[in-house]
């Protein structure tokens, strides 16, 4: 395996947000959720006669992303004719970018935590990143094919990077963070699963001693990053295994077949696709003044390396914390509005990144819909103010925690109902520790003769006689006092 090393480009298609089509007025909807062909009008059905009108806010989006991915964006940009025949793509052709893109030569910077858990950053580059229109959506079923026009016509972004990508935590690290770009920017919801969003990497390998990249595929259908990063695994070992065979890596498109989680080879490819392009001879070229390109710049938002960077200075969160927590827009606004609840930051990080997190993974909720959940932020700043303020122990805090999960109810409500104040009192704790020093005489005894591991079994003890209520810090201390004064 390590004389091989996996080379991966990704192509990402993200539909953009706006409220109408690329190319007209015609409205946009949710392709999954609306009736078919509900969302259609002449130009999107490629009527003859009809002329297309280029769509401004999908401009600013796209342009957005660009600036973002830090690319060039030339002074001239223009529309061209993709042509093929396929029954989602009404006219025929589609119309998209090719010599003359909106943005090119970009880069992201990624952090990365390779397969053997060293941390490294690295700078992917982009090649191009061009507007063009979705196309229709065929659903297949007892023989025959159904086909939904809602989609043909939506603006579509597709950015395509360099062949920099060298594993599938490399690419799984860049599909998560352009995820997030595409989220902060408001010009895409990132939801994978309903194709709003799709990358398809393309892959080969290289023997170390190559001076030349090998032969390579492409993988479409991916539903989610996690199945970006479970295909590039499995297709780097396929084509090494092919290489080693003696067999050869023939071109191909391939999908993944998400029940048995495994490759299946959708279409060998003999020659290059051959789409005539030419320049859309209805439309204009688009010229992209400075100012237009600045005035647009103006309104990018705070993205996710500046957002990291000021929960790190202005918060004092530790690097990861902050990166974790700004991996996805949804998480990162829920820790604001926690803050904006009055939490100090340090716990209220702790907080969400340790126990809501657990309690979202157990019951299979996605990062990014944390505030579909029943803990509104306003109540998660209680509970971590009620920790902080040491009204409450951390095991205590946890079941409040699940309860809220549960039923959504304030934990000062849950705290005063079931009277969990954590016991910091001195002598109602010390009180306690005489008790259970006097029934456990054996267990001091062999505490004192150097078995320091029972004292655990001591504090165990305290907690329960207290219902799990003690102040921690307090019972410890106490209890240290009163062995000592016993063996003296
Ligand atoms: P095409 O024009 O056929 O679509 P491109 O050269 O434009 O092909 O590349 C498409 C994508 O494939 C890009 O993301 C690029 O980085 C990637 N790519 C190109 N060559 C290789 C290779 N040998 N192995 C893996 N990815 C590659
Ligand atoms: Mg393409």
Redesign the pocket.
């Known amino acids: 395996m390590s004389d091989w090393k996996p080379?991966?480009?990704?192509?990402i298609h993200a539909e953009l947000l706006t409220a109408s089509k690329m190319f007209s007025a015609c409205p946009v909807v949710d392709s999954v959720e609306a009736a078919p062909n509900t969302a259609v009008d002449p130009v999107s059905l490629g009527l003859p006669g009809t002329l297309p009108v280029i769509n401004q806010q999908a401009l600013e989006f796209a342009m957005k992303v660009g600036l973002a991915l830090h690319c060039d964006i030339p002074p001239l940009n223009q529309f061209a004719r993709k042509s093929y025949f396929y029954p989602d793509l009404p006219k025929g052709y589609q119309i998209s970018q090719y010599d003359r893109p909106l943005c090119k030569n970009g880069y992201l910077d990624i952090e990365v935590t390779s397969e053997k858990g060293e941390a490294y950053s690295k700078r992917i580059r982009i090649?191009r990143a061009h507007l063009e229109e979705d196309t229709g959506k065929l659903t297949h079923v007892n023989g025959a094919s159904l086909v939904d026009y809602n989609r043909a016509g939506v603006p579509l972004l597709e950015i395509?990077?360099?062949?920099d990508i060298n594993s599938a935590e490399e690419a799984e690290a860049f599909g998560r963070k352009l995820r997030a770009i595409l989220q902060y920017l408001g010009v895409n919801n990132g939801d994978m699963s309903k194709g709003v969003l799709r990358m398809e990497p393309?892959?080969?390998v290289m023997h170390r001693d190559d001076a030349e990249?090998?032969e390579?595929t492409e993988v479409k259908n991916l539903n989610s990053i996690r199945n970006v990063y479970r295909a590039i695994k499995a297709e780097t070992e396929r084509q090494i295994k092919l290489w080693q065979t003696g067999e050869g890596v023939k071109r191909a498109t391939l999908g993944w077949d998400e029940g048995k989680q495994k490759l299946v080879i959708q279409r060998y490819k003999e020659s290059a696709d051959e789409y005539r392009y030419f320049p859309e001879p209805d439309l204009p070229i688009v010229e992209v003044s400075r100012e237009w390109v600045e005035s647009v710049r103006a309104t990018l938002p705070e993205l996710p390396d500046a957002k990291r960077s000021r929960f790190e200075e202005a918060l004092g969160l530790s690097h990861y914390d902050a990166m974790v927590l700004c991996l996805d827009k949804p998480v990162a606004d829920y820790y604001e509005a926690v803050l904006a609840a009055g939490a100090k930051p340090k716990p209220a990080a702790n907080w969400i990144i340790t126990a809501l997190f657990s309690l979202m993974n157990s019951a299979g909720v996605e990062r990014d819909q944390i505030g579909s959940t029943q803990v509104s932020p306003a109540h998660f700043a209680a509970l971590v103010t009620l920790v902080d303020g040491g009204t409450l122990n951390k095991g205590t805090a946890t079941d409040v925690l699940n309860k809220m999960w549960e039923s959504g109810t304030d934990p000062n409500q849950i705290v005063a109902a079931e009277g969990l104040v954590q016991v910091s009192d001195s002598s109602a704790i010390e009180g306690v520790v005489n008790e259970v020093l006097a029934a456990n005489e054996a267990v001091v005894q062999r505490y004192l003769n150097g078995e320091e591991k029972v004292f655990g079994a001591l504090v165990g003890q305290c907690m329960k006689a207290l219902k799990g209520k003690g102040n921690p810090a307090i019972v410890n201390e106490l209890l240290k006092q009163a062995i000592e004064r016993q063996g003296k």
């Open positions: 080379i991966i480009g990704l192509e090649r395509v990077t360099e062949p393309n892959i080969s990249f090998r390579r």
